[in-house]
C-alpha cells in the first residue's frame, strides 16, 4: 500500500503542476534568465517544502475543509501574488542576460524557492479537497507511514513537472532564439491573464 501512496502522489501532484501558475511560470523565468542550474536549485528547495507542507495539509484536511472563509482569502492572496509575480516579470523584460546572472546567486535561488513553498496558496485547497477525495475512496492509506510516503511523492511529483517545465523553457529559448526579454514579457502577460481568471472566479464562481 506504501508503494500505490508513493505512486498516487506522484501522479497526482505532477499533474497539479502542469497548469500555468505561480510556480511553474517563476521556474520557466529562472531557467531561462539564471540558467537550469538555478532553476534546478528552486526547484529542489520548493519540492522540499511541498512534501513538509503536504504532510500537514493532510493531517488537518478535515479541519481546513471547514474554514470556507479560508478558501475566500487565499483566493485574493493569489491575486496579489499573480500580481507581483506578473510586474516583476514584466519590468525584468528589459534586462540583459548577463547583468541578470551576475547579480544572482546560488542563496537567492533557494530564498526563493523557500518563500514560495511556504506561501503556496494553491496548495491548500488541492489537498484539501484532492487529499480527502483520495484518503475517503482508498487511493491512500493514511496508516502506517502512508502520509509520509505520499508527502515524498508530492514532492517527487512537483520536482518531475516543474524541472520538464525549466528544460522545455531552455529548449524554446534555443530552439526559435527567443531572448530573455520576450520570455518574460510571455511569462508577465500569462500571469496577468491568471489575474483575471482568478478574479472570474472569485465573483462568478466559475
Given at each position: 500500500m506504501l508503494l500505490q501512496n508513493?505512486?498516487?502522489?506522484?501522479?497526482?501532484?505532477?499533474?497539479?503542476?502542469?497548469p500555468f501558475g505561480n510556480i511553474n511560470l517563476t521556474t520557466v523565468q529562472l531557467s531561462t534568465n539564471r540558467g537550469l542550474k538555478q532553476a534546478l536549485i528552486f526547484v529542489t528547495t520548493f519540492s522540499v517544502f511541498e512534501a513538509f507542507f503536504t504532510y500537514l495539509l493532510l493531517q488537518f484536511a478535515e479541519w481546513f475543509a471547514e474554514k470556507k472563509d479560508l478558501i475566500y482569502w487565499l483566493d485574493w492572496i493569489l491575486v496579489l501574488i499573480f500580481i507581483v509575480l506578473g510586474v516583476s516579470a514584466w519590468r525584468s523584460g528589459g534586462?540583459?542576460?548577463?547583468?541578470?546572472?551576475?547579480?544572482?546567486?546560488?542563496?537567492?535561488?533557494?530564498?526563493?524557492?523557500?518563500?514560495l513553498g511556504i506561501f503556496n496558496p494553491m496548495q491548500i485547497p488541492f489537498w484539501m479537497i484532492g487529499g480527502t477525495y483520495?484518503?475517503?475512496?482508498?487511493?491512500?492509506?493514511?496508516?502506517?507511514?502512508?502520509?509520509?510516503?505520499?508527502?515524498?511523492?508530492?514532492?517527487?511529483?512537483?520536482?518531475?513537472a516543474l524541472y520538464l517545465f525549466a528544460r522545455f523553457a531552455i529548449y524554446i529559448k534555443e530552439k526559435f532564439s527567443l531572448s530573455s526579454k520576450a520570455?518574460?514579457?510571455?511569462?508577465?502577460?500569462?500571469?496577468?491573464?491568471?489575474i483575471?481568471?482568478?478574479?472570474?472566479?472569485?465573483?462568478?464562481?466559475?
Open positions: 508513493l505512486i498516487v502522489a506522484i501522479v497526482v501532484n505532477f499533474i497539479g503542476y502542469l534586462k540583459h542576460d548577463f547583468e541578470e546572472k551576475e547579480r544572482c546567486r546560488k542563496r537567492d535561488s533557494i530564498r526563493l524557492g523557500i518563500i483520495l484518503i475517503s475512496n482508498g487511493w491512500v492509506d493514511p496508516d502506517n507511514l502512508g502520509l509520509e510516503v505520499f508527502a515524498v511523492g508530492a514532492a517527487i511529483g512537483a520536482f518531475l520570455i518574460n514579457k510571455s511569462v508577465a502577460i500569462i500571469f496577468f491573464i491568471l483575471l481568471v482568478q478574479l472570474g472566479r472569485i465573483y462568478f464562481s466559475f
